[in-house]
């Protein structure tokens, strides 16, 4: 009891968030074309510029690399979308500043969505505005809808077709095609781009190993050989009987979308009985650890942070000593107050833990 109250007390640790540090506007060279997503404005309104920038970057709960020379911060989403925020003397004249906004990769959708948010809070003033915290990942509405409408009438046997493809794919030997798997399975967990109905029935399939074994190459493949690829990579961020890490950059990102499928997942888990089977088959005190871990790299990994912080505030709601006995509070705290700083996604994430901790 004195531990848990000298961990309230104490304060979180202080927090220096990245930033523009001497910013050097400059003039792009004679070739240079603008994107086609830039917009203009006076020189002299460049000081509110760059103080807007950093708040909506805040409050789009973006993961930024500030430059000051040129005058660059480079992006990355929630959804996996990654572009840079350019701030350039105009060409024709130095009395104008130019403020171009270029995608790197990721969704152009998305990107479009994130571009003109950004656009309407530097130069209208308006809000940003956020359909809650992103988890999904980078699937048009055109996509969504035909996902709603492959579910909408035969859920159970479509849920199963889909999971096959979906086991087929992780099992290839093609690091994209196992991506693109994850990223399927991400959408489907997800009850804003699926039927809810169907959500929970692919959630349980997913996270607790429900259904039947499937035949691949003339192989049985166990019901729960997707959790098993799941929780390999959340927990040991590599892929499930690879010895090798192959290309470390698709396994980040495997391991990041795993993350937010167990992040959508885990949401729609009913009773303590299910994540118990959750928990029990991820080794539960391996998988607090690596959220753990998360938690404490908030600083570098804000929207791993994010996730994780989700993933162990639907934990403890089922499971309460499962995560109390495992987690500080003064971490939780300390991603808090970078979110604060940085990041609002997380900062509200970490606070709902925050809370579920301190009820105890």
Known sequence: MERVTAELIEQPET???ETWKVPKITRPGMFFRPAATHRCCAMEQLDQILARSIATFKELSLKVTYQDSPVRACCYTMEQV????????HRNNQKELMVEIQRTSGDSEIFYRYARSIFAALFDGASTERDGVALAPCFSSHHTSNLMRLFEHQSEEATQDVLAIVVNSLSSHTF??????LQTLATLVNPTTTLPSSAKEVAKAVLLGEG???ALNGNRIGHDFIQKQLMCLVISRRWLNETKDGNRCLVDKAQYLALE???NGVQLLENSQEMNRLTGASNGSLL???????IKNAATEPHEACLAARVLCCIDRLQPTVVRT???IQEVRVAETIGRDSHAALEVESQKLRFALEVA
């Open 15 to 17: 927090y220096i968030p």
């Open 212 to 214: 039947s074994s499937m």
């Open 176 to 181: 994209s095609e196992k991506l693109m798997a």
């Open 288 to 294: 607090i650890q690596s959220l753990g871990e998360r």
């Open 82 to 89: 990654e572009f840079t925020v350019n701030l350039w003397e």
């Open 326 to 328: 495992r987690l500080g």
């Open 261 to 263: 499928i167990l992040a």
